[in-house]
């Protein structure tokens, strides 16, 4: 019941104020038009002067000074009310009103009073057409012009007319007679016709108050965000704008503190988006309640809530930052549940940090973006080396895309050596890529960049084609091993790629080495198990890369049969020294004897490291100290000429010398 009473109440009241609006309005009709008002006012000035001097009456001329007494008074009540219409409040329309309604009927009574005298006291034709004419004209005028306010106007007309149709009547003789008769039905038209304009009046008032109120509902409904009822990033925008545009310094600074949720996506997924919803709608009212007046904030989309602060520089912004922190430093509790999620945040004030809205956002938007890469629940103020390191990835992107359309990407070759023969046993290929601005750009620069914009697929597929196009042309026992990304083992396309590969080279699936790390088994859901066994019944040798840098290296041997396994660099920079690194090796060695495995030693950079290895048992080694990666034509001479490993060292050692002289 109570609920039910309060939305009464919220309906009279809405009523009354629509009402008091039009009331308003209809108050402001009668100001509408003060040329009219003047004119009206000289008319009747000059024809009661002119009734005045034709009858040289004192009487007339009374009833002529008052009149024009009366028309001044009106017209400088209509000027002062122009003048005071901007600062009065709403109850000052109902004095103006009533200033008005007394104005109009006193105007129109002395009309009347001097019809009626003129009529009745003399017997000039001219005198009775002027005084007949200007209450007529007044009141005729009069029914439209105040229908705004219909009493007004129905006052007037009946003081204007009714004792000018007395006077006639008196006035005797059977025209007199009938035209006062006419005079009274005119009454009764000219009410009939102010009642109908009031009501049109009325109704498109209120028609045009019911759309402004909608015009009002929509436009707040298109800045406010739907879930959580603050505003969106339509509304914060312009505001932004507003404030850049009202900005009377380009010193006046603005600060902007952009903000995403970390593991919001765990809460959808785990929780589901009811609860996803519920953990939105808090954190907007703990943010509302955190600022306490300090700014305004907005839900730019999904968990992105950007905070403006006007008037607020770094020195004040990092400090709300570091609050905006500790509220979800420890989680959210929604209802019952409590949700793991913190904050990240990225700041950027203007105008040092941008000189317009897009500037200033996208500036906040690196920084947020450099706060999640720092490891998350941390404010990062945004720097310049921010915005090149965005032009440069954003470079990156536009460059990769055309070098892959255009085939610009360079598949170079680097050698493994066999220990025992001293030979090339394998040669794995790594991309190389000029960028036409940038120039050499290192895989471990582009490769990530490239999975993210999701083209890694497409250039694992150009670069086994390569690899296949090279290795059929040297010896048959010399192997091409590829890297292999995650992302290309859980697409499913890979396989369909390798076996086309094959047979447009004509390479013998044994001589191709697919190299994988660990990661792929961390989300293995049994598709990329199944893949390998089936790559593998086709004679594709499988290699574990990077080994023993992850977690449980050792279970996944357990689990996974792999032909080789690559010893991370890692293991060999200290291995003269390190008794550790050393015990590690030589476990792995035995370790792959007795699994039958082959084992490569990456790395290696010293004759030192290449004796250990050596001793050690390690199979193959792959390293700087005999050959960086090369050109398809250069490792092919290197094979053709039976370079081992010795000639290879030489051969490294003359290049060397000869790019330091």
Known sequence: MRTIYKKLMMVVANRKVQEADIHRALVETLYASPASLAIGALAGLVISMTMAFISRDLLVWISAGMISLIALGRIISAVYYYRQKRSQESASYHFWGNVYELGAWAYAAMLGVQAFVTLIRFDDPAIHMLSVLLAVGYAAGIAGRNAGRVEIAVGQVCLALLPTAAGLWLAG????HVLAVILLVMVLGMAEISRTTHRIVVEALRGKRQKSLLATKYERLARQDSLTGIENRMAMQIRLRDAFDASDSPQDRLAVLWMDLDR???VNDSQGHMMGDALLITVAEKISALLAGRGYVARFGGDEFVILCPGVGLKEAQPLADDILATFGCGVDVGPHHLPVTASIGIAVGPQDGQDVDELLQHADLALYEAKTRGRNCAVPFARVMKERFNR????????????EQEE???WFQPIFDVQSGQIHICEALLRWRHPVLGAVSPGEFIPIAESMGLIEAITHYVIRQACREAVN????????????PISLRSGELPSAIISALLESGLAPSRLELEVTESIFLHDDGQTHQMLQDLQKIGLRMVLDDFGTGYSSLSYLRSYRFDSIKID???????????EDQAIVRAVGHMADALDMEIVAEGIETIEQL?????????????FLMSPARTADEVMEMIAQGIRIKDAMARRRDEIRARCA
């Open 569 to 579: 660099r890692c293991f060999l920079r200290g291995i003269v020294t390190s008794r």
């Open 173 to 176: 003789g059977q025209g007199y």
């Open 264 to 266: 919001f996506k765990e």
């Open 611 to 623: 004796d250990y290895v050596r001793l050690a048992g390690i199979h193959n080694v792959q390293g």
């Open 474 to 485: 040297w010896p048959e026992d010399v192997r091409v091993a590829v890297n292999i990304s």
């Open 393 to 404: 990835i954003h470079e990156i992107e536009r460059g990769l895309r055309l070098a892959l």
């Open 409 to 411: 990407l360079a598949v």
